[in-house]
């Protein structure tokens, strides 16, 4: 991959009421990337957010459906670039370093860089919010066999063919986990470097809820483990009934072995049967939704090799 200096660099930034930090945003990026486009993905913002872009020199374009996932699905598709830095309009990533973030996409050793919030404020999370990220990325790593240390971050540095060929579903603020799983189901190459996050300004308000988002991140992040890991995720489910039915096969068998009859436990033995040829049937979907996996997964390896910006 050629080096950054002559490739298009894109800053892309989502944004919904953010007029009290919109500008220093822009200004910042404009400052260290004086190169690089900078839009403004605007979300039906209710204040001064577009007016306020524009007056600093960002291009704005507008996603109608609310959503910060219809946001980015918006990004990918209608904005075009070589390197895509995505970060959010909040003015809580410290953006000194960003080409650092640059380097390892633009030398083709990395298809994402996230900008990993090792280094932060006290007041930069509340606790919930401190305890939900951890959570979030413990379950992740946990599920996927990954060592990240925030799935959660809005900074991201990309490549084009990532952007390009990653596909997204999610609408809301499971993006940035959905993102991530995505990437690495199709083989994308993450790498994380730290950097500083601070708290909101006066007057700017998060828009995360920390419960029903969580809730909705977590669902996300199973749904998308049973797409990526099928077989494993089925015989999770296949392995539970299994156990239910030894369990209450085991007080009929003993006493079948003690008196040759299961006298009236006639119910317990059909649950036990049911449950083991309900465990045998997840267990077969699993294998067969794996079998189609693989199968996907090689359709889209085929498509990204034969797309013609891929680099």
């Known amino acids: 991959m050629q080096e950054s200096e002559s490739m298009k660099i894109t800053v892309v930034i989502p944004a919904l009421n953010e007029e009290k930090t919109i500008a220093k945003v822009v200004r910042d990026f404009k400052q260290q990337l004086p190169e ?136 809301g603020f499971g993006i940035e986990p959905e993102l991530t799983i995505r990437c690495l189901q199709q083989g994308f190459r993450i790498q994380e470097l730290p950097v500083h996050y601070r708290s909101r300004p006066e007057g700017s308000h998060s828009k995360l809820n920390t419960i029903n988002d969580g809730y909705v991140v977590l669902y996300t992040m199973i749904t998308l483990f049973r797409d990526y890991n099928p077989i494993k995720f089925f015989s999770l489910i296949s392995l539970f009934f299994l156990i ?38 997840v267990f077969l979907m699993g294998v067969l939704l794996d079998s189609v996996n693989n199968k996907w997964r090689v359709t889209q390896e085929m498509i990204r090799k034969a797309m013609p910006n891929s680099k």
């Open 36 to 171: 690089a486009e900078i839009i403004v993905y605007d979300n039906n913002s209710t204040d001064r957010t577009v007016e306020e872009a524009k007056k600093a020199g960002a291009k704005v374009l507008v996603q109608h459906r609310r959503g910060k996932g219809n946001v980015i699905r918006a990004m990918f598709e209608n904005v075009e670039s070589d390197i895509y830095i995505m970060v959010d309009g909040d003015d809580t990533y410290v953006v000194d370093n960003v080409r650092e973030l640059i380097a390892p996409v633009a030398k083709g050793e990395a298809d994402m860089v996230v900008g990993a919030r090792l280094n932060y404020e006290e007041t930069s999370f509340s606790w919930s919010h401190k305890l939900g990220n951890k959570l979030i990325t413990t379950v992740l790593n946990r599920l996927f066999g990954t060592k990240l240390k925030d799935v959660e971050s809005g900074y991201r540095v990309m490549n084009r063919e990532l952007v390009k060929s990653v596909i997204l579903l999610e609408g």
């Open 244 to 281: 239910i039915g030894l369990i209450t096969g085991s007080k009929i068998t003993i006493e079948y072995l003690m008196t040759g009859s299961i006298g009236g436990h006639t119910g317990t033995a059909a649950f036990t049967i049911m449950m083991i040829i309900l465990s045998t049937l």
